[in-house]
C-alpha cells in the first residue's frame, strides 16, 4: 500500500507563487507517473500537470507556462512550482501516483487559495 503527504498548499495573493510536494512512501516498487490534479468549488477534477518516469510532462492549457512540475525519483517526491497564480487557480490540489504494479495511489489534497 502507498501512502501520499502533500504540502505547500495555502493562501496567496494574485501573481504570487507556491510550491506544493507529494511524498510517496509504503509498498512501492517502482513508480511509473506522478501528477497534480485539482477540483475548484462546485467543478470536476482536473488534471493539472503530470510527469513520467523518463521525465516527459503534460500541462493543461490554462497552467502551461506558468506552472512547473518535477521529481525526485530517489525521494519518491513530486513538486508543482505554481508562479503566477491567479484567482481561478484556487482549488484543492490532489496528488495522483501510477505504480509500474499495483493501484493508483490519491492523496488527500492541499487547499490553494489566490486571494487579494
Known amino acids: 500500500q502507498v501512502q501520499l503527504v502533500e504540502s505547500g498548499g495555502g493562501l496567496v495573493q494574485p501573481g504570487g507563487s507556491l510550491r506544493p510536494s507529494c511524498a510517496a512512501s509504503?509498498?512501492?516498487?517502482?513508480?511509473?507517473?506522478m501528477g497534480w490534479y485539482r477540483q475548484a468549488l462546485g467543478k470536476e477534477r482536473e488534471l493539472v500537470a503530470v510527469?513520467?518516469?523518463?521525465?516527459?510532462?503534460n500541462y493543461a492549457a490554462s497552467v502551461k507556462g506558468r506552472f512547473t512540475i518535477s521529481r525526485d525519483n530517489a525521494e519518491n517526491t513530486v513538486y508543482l512550482q505554481m508562479n503566477g497564480l491567479k484567482p481561478e487557480d484556487t482549488a484543492v490540489y490532489y496528488c495522483?501516483?501510477?505504480?509500474?504494479?499495483?493501484?493508483?495511489?490519491w492523496g488527500r489534497g492541499t487547499q490553494v487559495t489566490v486571494s487579494s
Open positions: 509504503g509498498s512501492i516498487f517502482s513508480i511509473n507517473a
Open positions: 510527469i513520467m518516469k523518463g521525465g516527459s510532462t
Open positions: 495522483k501516483v501510477v505504480p509500474v504494479f499495483g493501484s493508483i495511489s
